[in-house]
């Protein structure tokens, strides 16, 4: 028993060099790992253990004592405070200006606050989408309509700005006859090809599933489910609101088109959206 | 030679006196009162880890095209945060390692911070005179929290990229001020020129200075007011029964800290976390199925899932969904937790000074709310992993979740109600087994 604590400091001293050794040498994670945790474990196991057989573990007992203290105490400290303040008693204009002073600094001193950024919320209404421009792929590559097949989905973006972080759509072909828009909404589509905004009206994950059988976009993040073939109407989850349909278009070249911005701000809601 | 240098230093500063007086204190022992000390030393290896980690980070959204010894990544255009982070795990000796004891200590801070939070709480020692220790501790909880999303969140990779713009998303959703906080933190729409930077600083200087000055004043704290301790033989109010710091105490403490590192250091060399090459850089249009936020966020993930798609809309404005299970739960969660002293004095009537603790079930009431919170949370942290649990158990991740919205509300109360039961019956099967003599 009491050759615990020289085995675990050996143990310890034998991992440490190894450790040293697999630095030098290049460095392995796991044995790094399993090195560093012996040479630590050596070290806590035996001077636990030297605790345990040689150090004194009898009980003691100490007296709490009181807490607070004493009325005494307390009536000298108020003493103490309040002769000091005394002779200013007379002088309130004075403390009064003062008061003032540090409030109007402290006032002064929230202004670099606003150097932290300007306010999103222009940039939060509009996309970088305009109208007859091209939409292009994450590659940059231009979408010619007939190669998206009914059930097919592709993500685009403005061209030019495949980075734009709030322009990501996705582009689905249905069976037109399926697809149940008001009139307005319809104009927007190509023989069944509709685009909406990619992001999540809920939190702003990228709506990324699409399930072709029954239209469904799945947003993973929280589940939220929406229904392509009627205006990208959430079903299930968290989102309450649609998702922003892109109006799009064919040019002369075949190449699908923007023929505007979203229909409303994309994304997560905030107090002014509307 | 040692004397001398004593010698030396006491003639400056008159430390013997102090010595004297630290090396006789006595410490209540109980394996429970470890879980707080484990965190500190947690907390330890994360500022050590930290460092070396933070010398090699670069908190840039700048593109470069990654060019290091990860293959796979060869000629992809990736922000430096995250080429960093790579250059870290593949190209600096011990890198890995080191990020994943960095990692895993994170992981476990809040797992053991949680573990001493609900001990304090069903023993009764945020009591009288400790209320003020206790609202320091739940402060400690939500800085632990911040800088462990704060951390993971620096990467820059898919997975965690997806997790910021869901916290974008829920700064927004602020009444009023939504936007202006958004702009303080972003500096414009996300992700914004300047996200990873003020992370950054948030993660390494401003949260880390306020949880080494919470935990100095929570030592200070428990150092004036003596530990508390269970009833047992010799055990009062106004006494503390245990071990002098000096010798034992501070060489198993001491220990405590060597096991506690070497349980992290073997963790972070055989066990893989947070494979940030395999998610892959963070593009603002792609996202995976099966994304999960690190353990401690899970209650806040499922509020977001389990929340029905209800909105406010006032007078045209608007109080988005994200809101409620976002800022709401959370704000109200840490306000109860915060104020409970006080409303435990108010409602039992109770404001006397307790250094004893309680056992769990002396206190039916209480342990009964406690344990429907931790039923509450815990539907919540299981929520949160819907899909993954529907993949695993072949069933709708639909029904899934009208399932937990029915048991969030049904499962809590059953639990509180079948604990307050037990706690009583316990309490009378002790008091039977101690004679007629202790009343109930």
Redesign the interface.
């Known amino acids: 028993m009491s050759a615990v604590p020289g085995i675990a400091f050996g143990v310890a001293v034998a991992s440490a060099a190894g450790l040293a050794v697999v ?1 030098w040498t ?2 392995d ?6 090195l ?6 050596g ?6 253990a ?2 345990k057989l040689w ?3 009898e ?6 004592g009181l ?1 607070a203290s004493t009325e005494d105490d307390r009536l000298e400290a108020r003493v103490l405070v309040e002769a000091g303040n005394e002779p200013l008693k007379g002088r309130r204009r004075a403390l009064q200006l003062m008061v003032a002073a540090l409030g109007a600094l402290g006032a002064a001193l929230v202004f670099p ?1 606003r150097s ?6 222009g ?2 209404r509009s996309t970088p989408f305009r109208s007859g421009g091209r939409v292009v792929t ?1 590659d940059g590559l231009p979408v010619k309509a007939d190669a998206i097949p009914i059930g097919g989905e592709l ?1 685009v ?1 403005p061209e030019g700005h495949t ?4 322009a ?1 759509a996705v582009l689905v072909r249905v069976e037109a006859r399926l697809l149940n828009l008001p009139d307005e909404r319809q104009a927007w589509t190509v023989d069944g090809l509709v685009a909406y905004s ?1 992001i999540c009206t ?5 709506v ?2 699409f399930e072709a059988e029954s239209g469904l976009l799945l ?6 489910t929406f229904d392509v073939l009627n205006g990208a109407e ?1 079903t ?6 649609k998702l922003p349909q892109l109006p799009i278009a064919v040019d002369g070249e075949g190449f699908v088109i923007a023929t505007g911005d979203y229909s409303e701000p994309v ?8 | 030679m040692t004397s001398r240098l004593v010698g030396w230093v006491d003639d400056r500063l008159g430390t013997a006196r102090f010595t004297r007086r630290v090396l ?3 410490f209540p022992d109980h394996w429970s009162f470890m879980l707080g000390e484990v965190a500190v030393y947690c907390f330890i290896v994360l500022v050590v880890t930290g460092t070396f980690l933070s010398f090699f980070y670069e908190a840039s959204p700048q593109t470069t095209v990654y060019s290091g010894s990860y293959d796979p990544l060869t000629g992809v255009e990736v922000s430096r945060a995250y080429a960093s982070a790579l250059n870290l795990s593949f190209d600096v ?2 890198g ?2 080191i990020r ?1 004891m960095h990692h895993w200590a994170a992981v476990v801070f809040v797992a053991v911070l949680s573990l001493h939070a609900a001990r304090v709480f069903f023993t009764g020692a945020f009591r009288r ?1 400790r209320e003020l220790n206790w609202v320091i501790g739940a402060s400690l909880l939500l800085l632990a929290l911040v800088n462990g999303f704060t951390g993971y969140s620096l990467l820059d990779d898919q997975l965690s990229g ?1 997790g910021l ?2 916290g ?3 700064v ?9 906080l ?3 933190l ?7 020129p ?1 996200l990873l930077s003020r992370l950054f600083v948030l993660h390494i200087m401003i949260v880390p200075a306020l949880i080494t000055g919470a935990v100095m004043a929570h030592f200070v704290i428990l150092i ?3 530990h508390t301790q269970f009833p047992g033989p ?1 055990r009062t ?8 710091l000096w ?2 105490y501070a ?2 403490a ?6 506690t ?3 992290l ?6 066990v893989q976390i947070n494979p940030i090459w395999l998610f892959g850089p963070y ?9 999960q936020p690190d353990w401690y966020m899970g209650w806040l ?1 499922g509020a ?8 406010i ?1 006032l007078f ?7 809101f409620f ?2 800022v709401l739960l959370p704000a109200v969660t840490f306000l109860l937790l915060f104020a409970w002293p006080w409303i435990e004095a108010r409602v039992s009537g109770d404001n006397t ?1 307790h ?1 004893l603790l309680d056992l769990p079930s002396d206190q039916p009431i209480r342990t009964a709310l406690g344990v429907g919170a931790i039923a509450f949370y815990g539907i919540l942290f299981l929520a949160g992993s ?2 993954v649990i529907a993949v695993w158990a072949h069933i709708s ?2 029904v899934l ?1 009208r399932i937990l919205q029915v048991a969030v509300i049904v499962v809590p109360v059953a639990a509180a109600l079948v604990t307050k039961r037990a706690c009583r019956r316990r309490r009378q099967l002790r008091a039977a087994a101690m004679g007629p003599k202790v009343p109930t």
């Open positions: 630095f290049g460095g994670t796991r044995l790094e790992g399993v560093l945790a012996a040479a630590l474990g070290l806590g196991v035996g001077i636990i030297m605790a150090l004194r573990d009980l003691d007992t100490e007296d709490r807490l606050v932290l950024g300007p306010r999103p919320a940039g939060l994450a993500t973006f980075l734009a972080a709030d990501p990619k809920h939190a702003g994950c990228p990324g599933l947003c993973p993040c929280h589940q939220s959430p299930f989850g968290p989102a309450a609101r994304g997560p809601g905030f107090w002014d959206r509307t | 006789n204190k006595v000796r011990a890995l390692f994943q005179p997806t713009r869901i974008y998303s829920v927004l959703s602020v009444p009023v001020v939504g936007t202006w958004v702009s303080l972003l500096g414009g729409e996300f992700p914004g300047d004036r007011q003596k010799g109010e106004t006494n503390v029964v245990g071990l002098r010798p034992t060489a198993k001491v220990g405590l800290f060597f096991l590192a070497a349980v250091a073997a963790l972070a060399g055989l593009r603002v249009a792609d996202v995976s199925a099966a994304a993930e977001q899932r389990l929340m029905p798609p209800f909105e809309h045209g404005y608007e109080i988005p969904n994200p299970p976002g000074e250094h819907t899909d991740v639909n979740v």
